[in-house]
């Protein structure tokens, strides 16, 4: 039940550009400073970077879901060819729910424990489609079967209080492929979840992409998570994009200083001695008011140098990479084989 598609584009999605700020009392917080991404339909991109580097706000900034006090720019966002700059309110309440879904951080809080759970997966149908109420319960009972929820006639009578957080995670991904999207935004869609339901989940996930051919954004921290289902990788720090790549590529050959030292933290099997110590990032995340000179990475980076905290850093291209520092290629991989080996 995918409906009229919008008119097709090279891309599915085109971000560029993207600024998204804060005024506070303490003054104007860059949030998103100036990113750029574009996703094909059936292909997964992962946002990863440490918390309040950014993630969440450049996809409600995607969804039009930005608080009123943020306020967003960017010289293009296009959707299928079309702008979702400028559109209403209303426009962008059509597109919602409809080819654009988002798959929040924490079910508990995204599902609406007044309502039940069939009242809620049936709600963006009926509110987009001419469809009747049994036809929208008829696609409600399939999409939990398929995201592997039994016994669906009882649960869409059920209040998400009743649903252990494995199955609200489960529906709130039904819900967001209610309408049949062409593209799935997921923020932190495991979180809190054991590894076991972790799987489960980011399996589900990859398997309904290919099945309905969607776009998806990945939104998360863990590393892990990338290597077993992202096609592409956008590495955040401090509002930027610092690197992205494919991500085979990413974890072959890790050009940014922090995404190696992300990459050193991980307890690799094969590549870290069980015993040893993991590596670390010294320092913290730099505040984000009144803007940044240079790299935003600069108090941490081993590799530092006067130019990189007087002018701002470009990226630059290496092979099918792009990575934001001055330094060469070729002394950014042999860091990376001290490292990542």
Known sequence: ??????????????????????????????????ISFDLDRGETLAIVGESGCGKSITSLAIMGLLPRKARSQATAINFQGRSLTGLSQRELSDLRGNHLAMIFQEPMTALNPAYTIGDQLTEALLRHRKVSRSKARER?????EKVGIMGGENRVRQYPHQLSGGLRQRVAIAMSLMCGPDLVIADEPTTALDVTIQAQILRLLKDLQQEFNMGLILITHDLGIVARIADKVAVMYA??????????????????????????????????????????????????????????????CPHVMPECRSQPIALRRFKESAYRCLLEPQALQAHARELVP
């Open 1 to 34: 039940m995918n409906g009229a598609r919008l008119m097709e584009d090279t891309k599915l999605l085109t971000v560029d550009d993207l600024k998204v700020t804060f005024d506070l009392e303490a003054g104007r917080l860059e949030a998103v400073r100036g």
């Open 140 to 144: 409600a009972l399939y999409l939990l």
């Open 239 to 300: 509002g930027e994009i610092m690197e992205n790549a494919p991500t085979c590529e990413l974890f072959k050959q890790p050009m940014h200083p922090y995404t190696q030292g992300l990459l050193s933290c991980m307890p690799t099997p094969g590549r870290v001695a069980r015993g040893s110590h993991l590596g670390t990032i010294p320092g913290v995340v730099p505040s984000l008011i009144d803007g940044i000179e240079g790299c935003a990475f600069a108090d941490r």
